[in-house]
């Protein structure tokens, strides 16, 4: 990564003067990105039917790319949640919803969520809502050890992006979350009942054994590229976390969001997410824009935490917040407190 500018953060006025350009949604671009996006996964989902009659290998084949148009329509979705796909607030809640019954999420509560982590990234005293747990050097250390044990658990590469998926849209997303109100809690209701009709009904026509063997492979490999895109753009090295008082929202977004930069396929793919660092900037600019943004800004281009995916791979290695140096770092080693020896840590 990088070595940062040695010079103070532009203002949040400066950097919308450079955003507001990006910020107003296009019909044309949305409903292109629709039609390129739902077509092809609807397409392919017709092909996985007609598959099982001959090989479930090819099924399975199919599957991978199934799912990857499944990300882009979760990016479509999420981009309704803030508002900024379509020019209209009813047409991004409307279409919103019947995307989150596709991808398995409930949009209102998802996107409350979401915000939350939008207005918290970052905040170390504000952790909990929309993000992924991560526990400092000093919390893990004095934690008991059952909560370690379950910390180093959760941040296991198997657990997060192994079973990660099934519990996420399979559990998680089937339930209210506390204290969010009722009308979160009815867009998980609607959002049940609108993918029992739809399996219910695809069970009629295919099967239910056959109608699971299509939906479970492309919800997994979907789930697992979706959460590993969650993790790496907040979870880095040189990551940025700030108690309350001090906390930043231009530093959260240009130091704590990751800009990602992959191949041009896999960019694709994904809506453009990995330019985060624009997306915490200004949730107000559609993915179709993101990209435009970041190329024609030097001022932002200057600040971005750019990541590859050599560099992706090895963050899994970091495990907690190391406040004093102000980095992600591994486990530290924990050793048993004495009345003569004080509980320490190390690499």
Same mark, same amino acid.
């Given at each position: 990564?990088?070595? +940062?500018?040695?010079?103070?953060?532009?203002?949040?006025?400066?950097?919308?003067?450079?955003?507001?350009?990006?910020?107003?949604?296009?019909?044309?671009?949305?409903?292109?990105?629709?039609?390129?996006?739902?077509?092809?996964?609807?397409l392919l989902w017709v092909l996985m039917?007609?598959?099982?009659?001959?090989?479930?290998?090819?099924?399975?084949?199919?599957?991978?790319?199934?799912?990857?148009?499944?990300i882009r329509l979760f990016i479509i979705?999420?981009?309704?949640?803030?508002?900024?796909?379509?020019?209209?607030?009813?047409?991004?809640?409307?279409?919103?919803?019947?995307?989150?019954?596709?991808?398995?999420?409930?949009?209102?509560?998802?996107?409350?969520?979401?915000?939350?982590?939008?207005?918290?990234?970052?905040?170390?005293?504000?952790?909990?809502?929309?993000d992924v747990k991560t526990l400092t050097?000093?919390?893990?250390?004095?934690?008991?050890?059952?909560?370690?044990?379950?910390?180093?658990?959760?941040?296991?590469?198997?657990? +997060?992006?192994?079973?990660?998926?099934?519990? +996420?849209?399979?559990?998680?997303?089937?339930?209210?979350?506390?204290?969010?109100?009722?009308?979160?809690?009815?867009?998980?209701?609607?959002?049940?009942?609108?993918?029992?009709?739809?399996?219910?009904?695809?069970?009629?026509?295919?099967?239910?054994?056959?109608?699971?063997?299509?939906?479970?492979?492309?919800?997994?490999?979907?789930?697992?590229?979706?959460?590993?895109?969650?993790?790496?753009?907040?979870?880095?090295?040189?990551?940025?976390?700030?108690?309350?008082?001090?906390?930043?929202?231009?530093?959260?977004?240009?130091?704590?969001?990751?800009?990602?930069?992959?191949?041009?396929?896999?960019?694709?793919?994904?809506?453009?997410?990995?330019?985060?660092?624009?997306?915490?900037?200004?949730?107000?600019?559609?993915?179709?824009?993101?990209?435009?943004?970041?190329?024609?800004?030097?001022?932002?281009?200057?600040?971005?935490?750019?990541?590859?995916?050599?560099?992706?791979?090895?963050?899994?290695?970091?495990?907690?917040?190391?406040?004093?140096?102000?980095?992600?770092?591994?486990?530290?080693?924990?050793?048993?407190?004495?009345?003569?020896?004080?509980?320490?840590?190390?690499?």
């Amino acid at each position: 990564m990088k070595p +940062m500018p040695q010079e103070p953060l532009p203002s949040m006025k400066e950097l919308n003067l450079i955003l507001a350009p990006y910020q107003k949604a296009s019909m044309r671009q949305s409903l292109a990105q629709l039609l390129n996006t739902l077509i092809p996964y609807l397409l392919l989902w017709v092909l996985m039917i007609y598959s099982l009659q001959f090989s479930y290998v090819v099924t399975l084949g199919l599957s991978v790319l199934t799912a990857l148009f499944m990300i882009r329509l979760f990016i479509i979705f999420h981009d309704c949640g803030h508002n900024s796909f379509f020019p209209a607030t009813r047409t991004n809640k409307l279409v919103g919803f019947w995307l989150g019954v596709l991808v398995l999420t409930p949009s209102e509560q998802w996107w409350r969520s979401h915000s939350i982590h939008h207005a918290t990234s970052g905040n170390l005293d504000k952790r909990g809502t929309g993000d992924v747990k991560t526990l400092t050097m000093e919390e893990y250390i004095h934690a008991k050890w059952f909560k370690r044990l379950g910390y180093k658990f959760f941040r296991h590469p198997l657990v +997060m992006f192994g079973l990660g998926p099934i519990f +996420m849209f399979l559990i998680a997303h089937r339930l209210p979350l506390p204290n969010f109100g009722k009308k979160f809690t009815m867009s998980v209701v609607w959002t049940n009942l609108a993918l029992l009709g739809i399996a219910t009904g695809l069970s009629l026509l295919i099967g239910f054994k056959q109608y699971l063997m299509i939906q479970l492979p492309v919800l997994y490999i979907a789930g697992v590229v979706g959460i590993w895109l969650f993790y790496i753009q907040h979870q880095f090295e040189e990551d940025y976390w700030e108690r309350d008082e001090e906390w930043n929202y231009v530093a959260s977004a240009l130091l704590g969001a990751s800009f990602y930069k992959l191949p041009k396929v896999l960019q694709w793919f994904s809506g453009n997410i990995g330019y985060h660092h624009i997306h915490h900037l200004s949730p107000r600019v559609p993915n179709y824009f993101l990209e435009q943004a970041h190329e024609n800004s030097p001022l932002i281009q200057k600040w971005a935490r750019q990541i590859n995916l050599g560099e992706g791979y090895r963050s899994l290695k970091l495990k907690v917040w190391d406040e004093p140096i102000r980095r992600m770092r591994g486990f530290p080693a924990v050793k048993p407190v004495t009345e003569e020896q004080p509980q320490q840590s190390g690499d």
